[in-house]
């Protein structure tokens, strides 16, 4: 009894071994497979040999021609199962090895050139992060320096402009125009590479306190009442739901507003409006800028956002930006747990919207 137990289990064993290695054998790389056939062969040569070791218990099998305990029942088990087998098993081996040691020295050497490789790039993004943080200081260190004698210069160009000083020719006074109109850009670029550099390096300051968001809005209307005249646009108030209260920084509030409505209001037509909304839905407050000019092309609507991206590079000129005001606007809007977006339609115009949490 014993012996048939110990000779049901290695044939089980030896089952188990043929399936797992017939289905581990699909999906393996071709120089691997090389043998591996005829080792299953062996195993199942083997498995076969056992299984008619165990029907020499049976002597009621002894009729049929390959079980029981008969002379051919014998053959087929000891050369064409076990002998047979071990053959099998031995040439796949001797096949199947020297493969697996070439795919094993392939791994090695791909290994190796993959480690080669990432230590150079591990190389080359450090020497990129020490040349970008090398540029981002030479950038800071050089806009301190001009902001300075910049502020002071266009508070100097400002008295002699205002006729401080005593009146000017028209055509003086026209070029001291000019030589402020430029020097005032000059300064809004250095603020801008400045907050830029802040932001990046997630210095930028943020002093959150309860506000009232029409308020905020109105303040914002006035602040650049001015510069829409430069233009020939207004700024008016549209639709205002009142009492709405957000939690956040209000000279970064105003500055987001401000980009906003000087974009609007370069590329609006002269004589038009600028329309400002506050609504709440749930527990967000949408602001919205509404302008009727040029419009933004489906191209841009992915990059509008990045820095230096210019939806139209000669109007961008002529105005004098940097193309980093609106990533710095969706940068501030983020910090407040807020989101910028835009609709437009080309020849139609566009609204610029963003959203804050409402306070609670």
């Not at 393996?28 to 040569?45: A, P």
């Not at 020719?169 to 250095?190: E, F, G, H, T, W």
């Not at 956040?248 to 037509?269: C, E, H, I």
């Not at 191209?299 to 990533?327: N, Y």
């Amino acid at each position: 009894m014993t012996d048939i137990i110990l000779e049901t289990i290695r044939a089980l064993v030896l089952f188990g071994i043929v399936i797992f290695l017939w289905n581990s054998g699909s999906d393996r790389f071709e120089q691997s497979r090389n043998g591996w056939n005829l080792i299953i062969t062996g195993f199942g040569l083997l498995l076969f040999g056992s299984i008619l070791d165990i029907s020499d218990n049976f002597e009621s099998l002894n009729p049929f021609i390959i079980v029981g305990d008969t002379e051919t029942e014998a053959f087929f088990e000891k050369f064409v199962g076990f002998l047979g087998g071990f053959v099998f098993l031995a040439v796949g081996l001797f096949k199947w090895i020297p493969g697996v040691q070439g795919l094993s020295d392939l791994v090695s050497i791909r290994t190796r050139d993959l480690k080669e490789t990432n230590e150079k790039l591990v190389r080359e993004i450090n020497e990129r992060k020490q040349a970008e943080k090398v540029k981002n200081e030479f950038t800071s260190t050089v806009s301190h320096e001009l902001r300075t004698p910049l502020t002071s210069i266009k508070g100097s160009l400002g008295l002699i402009k205002s006729g401080a000083i005593g009146p000017l020719p028209d055509k003086q006074l026209s070029m001291i125009n000019i030589a402020y109109a430029n020097c005032d850009r000059l300064v809004l670029l250095i603020n801008d590479i400045l907050d830029m550099e802040k932001i990046e390096a997630g210095k930028m300051d943020f002093h959150m306190e309860p506000m009232e968001v029409v308020s905020l809005v109105e303040d914002a209307i006035e602040a650049n009442q001015g510069y829409g005249e430069e233009h020939g646009v207004t700024f008016v108030k549209a639709v205002m739901d009142e009492k709405i209260l957000a939690n956040g920084d209000r000279n970064r509030l105003m500055q987001v507003l401000s980009n906003l409505m000087s974009n609007a209001a370069k590329f609006s037509p002269s004589e038009e409006q600028v329309e400002l909304s506050v609504t709440h839905n749930g527990n967000t407050i949408r602001i919205a800028v509404k302008d009727n000019g040029l419009g933004i092309p489906d191209e841009f609507r992915e990059s509008i956002f990045e820095k230096f991206s210019q939806v139209d590079s000669s109007d961008t000129r002529k105005e004098g930006e940097s193309g980093m005001g609106l990533s710095i606007t969706r940068a501030i809007v983020e910090q407040h747990g807020g989101v910028i977006d835009f609709d437009s339609e080309v020849g139609v115009g566009s609204t610029f919207f963003f959203t804050l949490p409402i306070s609670e």
